[in-house]
């Protein structure tokens, strides 16, 4: 059978390099600027790392392996382009029309594709004549079949129908994502926020959902067959009791007992507390707390005072711990993913003269922490998995973290 030429028109790189400069142009309002248009363009393996596209028109090209990490494509109309195998770590896609692209097996670690519209879109059939004016177009699902999107902000992304089986959603933020009939089946969404999003009549059968937030889901007619959910977080419990007394009076007897030194209130102890209804504990004094597997997920715990606290196990995820001081906590084999410890103090703990306590995070998961500014001297980071997190001017970087 005679192959038809490739209907995609090539570009070289001079030309390539001219239309992004001119679009930059554009985009900033300078004389000379103009909108880049690369329309069914062959720009297969391409490195635009970095560059600015946003509000570009790039509909039916071919981008397969190109090289786009942290570009800017909000607004940009990528419908029905070939993505497979592009690397698109820490891009920007919000609001990027992406109906009917194909990401197969794309690398979207930490890409921001809020908003983003990844629905049922045209594509071009190359082999139904020789120029674009001729293509016959057919409708598909966006496909993010093995894609990897970990780290990823999907936060209101509208997916109904995709393709993403075998996708790699860990860590994402899904919330208020739309997956209505959505092709899931054998999908990682361990660790995920998808408070709000709805997932009636996808197909999620043999999907990991452990540790997954599951707060205000739209699961009707949902295939869950062989999914796990081990772990996940469902509503916020609104009736936490700590012994004989509710939750916010024993936090409340608690900063009592820190601010008498143990002349007046209790301390509080408790293992596994849902400390979520109380939205937020910024500033407050709770030293010496003792809450193991205790859940922190997505609060604001800025300038918090946990000195010396066991938190082992406990869920920090996506909560604001900025200018928290830590010094000297437990926090083995715990969960702070996508937390933000900015001017976070880790260090040492004085317990007498001659002795000190290191703030412990043996074992605890980390990926995509943010931990700039933060004091780290002698912090123990043995085990813990630091993959994506940030250690940007901190007094040390922990010798336990690979570089």
């Given amino acids: 059978m005679t192959k038809l030429p490739s209907l995609l028109r090539p570009i070289d790189r001079a030309a390539l390099l001219e239309t992004l400069n001119a679009h930059l142009q554009f985009v900033n309002g300078r004389p000379g600027g103009k909108r880049a248009s690369l329309t069914y363009c062959d720009l297969t393996g391409a490195d635009m790392r970095g560059r600015n596209l946003s509000g570009a028109d790039l509909t039916g090209s071919r981008l397969n392996g190109a090289l786009l990490d942290t570009i800017n494509f909000d607004h940009a109309i990528l419908a029905g382009c070939d993505l497979r195998g592009a690397s698109l770590k820490s891009a920007v896609l919000t609001f990027a029309d992406l109906r009917g692209a194909c990401l197969r097996n794309a690398n979207l670690v930490g890409a921001n594709l ?49 393709s993403g089986a075998k996708a790699d959603f860990t860590d994402a933020d899904l919330t208020g994502a739309e997956l209505h009939r959505a092709k899931l089946a054998g999908a990682v969404f361990d660790g995920a926020d998808l408070s709000g999003a709805n997932i009636s009549g996808a197909d999620l059968a043999g999907a990991s959902m452990r540790k997954a937030v599951l707060v205000s889901v739209n699961m009707a007619n949902a295939n869950l067959t062989g999914a796990t959910m081990t772990g996940s977080l469902g509503p916020v419990p609104q009736d936490v009791m700590v012994g004989d007394r509710p939750l916010a009076k024993a936090v409340d007897a608690h900063e009592r007992w820190c601010e008498t030194h143990g002349q007046e209130g209790t301390g509080l102890r408790g293992a596994g507390i849902d400390f979520r209804m109380l939205n937020q504990l910024s500033g407050r004094e709770l030293t010496g707390l003792n809450a193991p597997g205790g859940v922190f997920f997505g ?7 946990l000195q010396g606290a066991d938190l082992s196990g406990a869920d920090f995820r996506c909560a604001s711990m900025r200018a928290a001081d830590l010094r000297g ?25 001659t002795r000190s306590l290191p703030a412990n995070l043996t074992g605890a998961r980390l990926r995509h922490t943010v931990f700039d500014g933060a004091r780290l001297n002698q912090a123990v980071f043995a085990g813990a998995d630091t993959a994506f997190a940030t250690f940007k001017d901190c007094d040390v970087r922990p010798a336990d973290v690979a570089v």
Wanted: charged share 25%.
């Fill in 329 to 353: 906590a437990k926090l083995t084999d715990a969960d702070l993913a996508k937390a933000d410890l900015t001017d976070a103090n880790l260090g040492p703990l004085r317990v007498t003269e």
């Fill in 299 to 305: 609060m604001r715990l800025d300038g918090v005072q």
């Fill in 114 to 162: 809020s908003k983003c519209d990844l629905r049922e879109g045209p594509i071009a059939l190359t082999e139904m004549g020789r120029t674009v004016s001729a293509l016959k177009a057919e409708q598909r699902p966006g496909d993010l079949e093995a894609a990897t999107l970990s780290g990823a902000n999907l936060a209101g992304a509208q997916m109904t129908g995709a």
